[in-house]
């Protein structure tokens, strides 16, 4: 099991969802936290957005991955929106997102968040397994696939 699919419980991750720019879909990833996690969706979208201040959680190849502390928040979360239509993201190539990877942490963060941000980049930077997420047609399907990844082991 990968650090990712630890905190990704199948129901959070949805495709196709229609979603026309940062900002809906920021929305519907609080929402979604607020439904599963009673997080409040305002909280969620707010840190959210303090991250993207600092600069674009996009990728580049069509993936994003926001990110934001939680006061009060016991343990990592995640969630996967593929959208149906890109939306601009302002990532480093320009290129408009349509599959976000979120990821919500405890505001005293620690090296295993970045652990989970190392984690999920080296995922997305396998280009059939990238290619595989933005195109799946089913939720289920797009979960297994996060779940049967392995990420390189680390020689330490």
């Known amino acids: 099991m990968n650090r ?10 949805l495709v196709d969802v229609d979603a026309s720019s940062k900002k ?3 929305e519907h990833a609080g929402l979604l936290f607020e439904n599963q996690h009673a997080i409040a969706r305002a909280t969620v979208t707010d840190n959210l957005f303090a991250r993207e201040r600092l600069g674009s ?8 991955i926001p990110h934001g502390r ?21 990532a480093p190539d320009d290129e408009p997102v349509n599959l976000l990877i979120f990821l919500l942490v405890p505001e005293a963060a ?3 968040h970045l652990e989970i941000l190392s984690e999920i980049a080296e995922l997305l930077s396998d280009r059939d397994l990238r290619e595989r997420l ?8 797009v979960h297994d ?12």
């Open 4 to 13: 990712l699919s630890a905190i990704l419980p199948s129901g959070q991750v």
């Open 24 to 26: 809906r879909v920021f």
């Open 57 to 64: 959680t996009g990728l580049g190849h069509g993936v994003a």
């Open 70 to 90: 939680i006061k009060g928040l016991k343990n990592p979360l995640a969630a996967v929106i593929r959208l149906s239509q890109p939306i601009p993201f302002d």
């Open 110 to 112: 620690t090296q295993r």
């Open 134 to 141: 933005k195109t799946e047609t089913e939720a289920k399907t």
């Open 145 to 156: 696939l996060i779940e049967r990844w392995q990420p390189l082991k680390s020689v330490a």
